[in-house]
């Protein structure tokens, strides 16, 4: 069974950084790429960034040249540092992955096989 399990997140004052990490455990592990989703009660959860297997990299426009999403040489890890943080990415993170997610097109929960638990991250002005 794969397991996704995040940790980092926490409070911080906006302007500040914070960093995400989210390991795999398990086979079979299927997938293209892996990365974080956000998602604020109320609303749908939306991608944030995402890295492939290639080390081709995505970034969702609001976060581009803040967040930056790497990973390990096993590629067993992924890694979300987001600086300059803004009170709108308060939110709870998902690591996400999944065998055949878009190069190009958004990316939507029905691309994503695997979920981590979710980590809060929540920004004060």
């Known amino acids: 069974q794969v397991r996704l399990v995040e940790s980092g997140g926490g409070s911080v004052q906006a302007g500040g950084s914070l960093s995400l990490s989210c390991a795999v455990s398990?086979?079979?592990?299927?997938?293209?790429?892996m990365g974080w989703f956000r998602q604020v009660p109320g609303k749908e959860r939306e991608w944030v960034a995402f890295i492939y297997i290639s080390g081709f990299i995505r970034y969702a426009d609001s976060v581009k040249g803040r967040f930056t999403i790497s990973q390990d040489d096993a590629q067993n890890t992924a890694y979300l540092q987001m600086n300059n943080l803004k009170p709108e990415d308060t939110a709870m993170y998902f690591c996400?992955?999944?065998?055949?997610?878009?190069?190009?097109?958004?990316?939507?929960?029905?691309?994503?096989?695997?979920w981590g638990q979710g980590t809060q991250v929540t920004v004060s002005s």
């Open positions: 996400a992955a999944g065998p055949r997610i878009s190069h190009r097109a958004d990316i939507s929960e029905t691309d994503i096989t695997y």
């Open positions: 398990g086979y079979p592990y299927d997938r293209n790429a």
